[in-house]
């Protein structure tokens, strides 16, 4: 799936709605390498929380 879609971004979430797994394609919309992504929510992420819902 990823070769047909490769800017489409994957991630998984706990619980608490922390990042458990973030795509490379993930740091277009958040600006942030992987990495840096995992264990954030998307408020510490700063991401718009009225437009982000899980």
């Not at 979430?13 to 797994?21: G, K, P």
């Not at 490379?24 to 992420?45: C, D, F, N, Q, V």
Request: aromatic share 8%; proline share 7%.
């Amino acid at each position: 799936m990823r070769r047909k879609i490769p800017h489409a971004v994957i991630a998984r979430f706990d619980r608490q709605n922390r990042h458990l797994y973030a795509n490379p394609a993930a740091r277009l919309p958040y600006g942030w390498l992987p990495e840096e992504i995992i264990g954030k929510t998307h408020s510490e992420l700063g991401m718009d929380t009225a437009k982000v819902r899980l």
